[in-house]
């Protein structure tokens, strides 16, 4: 469910405090615009709201991932811990900033496995008909990266649909995302087999230099030419702060009273490539229920 029905909700419990719980599924995994389209991660989401009278939030969410460990094919465990406060500047526009620890499951190379910290701040404005959400992050572990997207999205809602207590909301959005599109380079390298490693050589480096190179893993063994070629290649792996996917969204939310069912068709399409990894267009599908109480 939307953030904002949640929020409308408190007011109309005259503000008083509230929970809310959400299970999700995703048939494939993008973060911060970047998607391993060689290999499908399905997720499966719980999570979990403590929503204060005074504005301040408490936020617990779990993610399993599926194909996410060091050989792409195990799942991985992710559990983000949360804290964060609403700013109701006016009727329209909301201030949203948090923070969010994570806390990875020992075997993962998931695509959010070398951050441990978010900082963030969301800016909703709302109407009727039109919505719009400003991202930015800041994002610190084994890697530290900045993070922007903005979302927008034309949409209509129906009262009392099928039901008096019933209402429905269809929105055909579009999204833009913001970050560096190297972060996850050093993870996969460092994770490559020889067989990865030879494949790339030989199709990004001149053929000459790609044999000898594969000549000498014999003579002086894998790690010390993988190192080499790394270092030799720093610009792949260095920061590269670009736009990276345009997103196009058509969410559906269904709510019956406290209960909210949402389903979104996205479709992702990458205005940037990869070094390392090949970016394409990809479809993806998310489906949710949730409840919120007093």
């Known amino acids: 469910m939307i953030f904002f029905q949640a929020r409308a909700q408190q007011a109309e419990l005259e503000k008083k405090s509230f929970g809310y719980i959400g299970f999700d599924y995703a048939s494939n995994t993008s973060t911060f615009g970047v998607t391993l389209n060689e290999v499908q991660q399905p997720s499966l989401m ?27 094919t195990q799942p991985t465990g992710e559990h983000n811990l949360g804290i964060a406060y609403n700013f109701q500047v006016s009727k329209q526009i909301t201030i949203y900033p948090s923070y969010t620890h994570l806390f990875h499951s020992q075997n993962s190379y998931a695509l959010k496995s070398v951050f441990s910290d978010i900082a963030q701040t969301d800016l909703f404005y709302n109407t009727p008909y039109y919505s719009s959400t400003l991202t930015l992050s800041y994002l610190w572990g084994r890697n530290n990266m900045f993070y922007g997207s903005w979302y927008n999205a034309a949409e209509i809602t129906f009262e009392k649909f099928l039901h008096p207590k019933a209402m429905l909301n269809l929105q055909l959005g579009m999204g833009i995302n913001y970050s560096d599109n190297n972060y996850y380079n050093k993870v996969l390298y460092d994770n490559w087999s020889y067989d990865d490693f030879a494949g790339w050589i030989r199709q990004n480096l001149r053929p000459r230099i790609a044999e000898n190179l594969i000549e000498r893993i014999g003579e002086e063994g894998f790690d010390k030419i993988k190192e080499e070629v790394y270092t030799n290649n720093q610009a792949i792996f260095a920061p590269d702060y670009t736009f990276t996917t345009l997103d196009f969204m058509l969410p559906v939310y269904y709510n019956f009273n406290q209960l909210g069912f949402s389903f979104t068709t996205y479709l992702q399409v990458p205005i940037s490539e990869n070094a390392l990894f090949e970016q394409y267009t990809s479809l993806m599908f998310m489906a949710g229920i949730s409840y919120f109480f007093q």
């Open 46 to 72: 719980f999570s979990g709201s403590f929503l204060s009278k005074y504005n301040f939030d408490l936020n617990y969410s779990y993610f399993l991932t599926d194909n996410s460990d060091s050989s792409y």
